[in-house]
C-alpha cells in the first residue's frame, strides 16, 4: 500500500521509516516531486496538521498522511505550541528558538512541558487523526547532539534530554512515535476487512 507523507522535513522523514518500513511503500513529497510549501496558518495543532494534508491530497487525489506537532510550556500558556516553528522568528531557527524558550523559562518554578503530535490521514476521502503525547521538562541548558528542533531542551523523566536518545529510543517513548504507532494500528485492522 502506497502513502504519501505530506512533509518537507527529513528527519520526520527518518523518524517515520523507522516505525513503517517494511510495512507501508511511505513516499515523501520530494519522491514525487512535489516541491511548494503546503499552508499551515491554523491556530491549533490539529488544524494545521489536517490543513497540510487536506491541501496535499486535493491537489494529488492520493492516500495521504501529514503530521503536526508543537512544544506546550506549561508556565509559558501553552506556547511556543502552534508557533514552535517560528518561536524567534521567521527564520525557523532551532537554536534561536531553544535560547528564547530558556530565557522566558528563566526564574519559573514550573518547567512542565509537553510535546504533541497530531496524524491526520486521508484514505479515499476520508479523514482520520491520531494524537501522540510525550510529557517532561525544560532543563537549565542544551544537552545531546542527536534529534532536532527542541530535543536538546526536552528533559524525560531519567534525566536524559531527547538528543541524548538514540532514534530508535526517540521512537519508543517520542510523541511521533505514539501516534505513528496508533496511525499503524488502525490501518491494519482497517485493512483486514478489505480484501481486495
Ligand atoms: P512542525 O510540526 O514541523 O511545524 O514543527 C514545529 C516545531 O517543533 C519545529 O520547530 C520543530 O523543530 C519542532 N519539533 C517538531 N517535532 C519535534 C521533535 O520531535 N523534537 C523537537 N522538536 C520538534
Redo the contacts with the bound molecule.
Sequence with gaps: MELIFA?G?Q??VK?FQQELAGKYDVKTLAEIGFTDELP?DQDT?EG??LQKTQTLYNLIKKDCFG?????EVAALDGE?G?Y????AGDQ?D?EA?MDLLLKNLNGKKDRSAQ?K?VITLILSDKVYQFEGI?KGTIGHCKKGSG?????PV?VLEDGRT??ELTLEE?STV???GKAVRKLIQFLQNDYIYKVE
Design positions: 512533509t522535513n528527519n520526520k523518524e499551515e495543532i494545521n496538521s503530521e503536526d506537532t508543537g512544544l511556543p502552534v514552535s516553528a517560528r518561536y525557523k532551532s528558538n510535546f503530535t510525550l534529534g532536532f528542533g527542541y530535543d526536552f531527547l538528543a526517540k517520542s510523541h511521533r
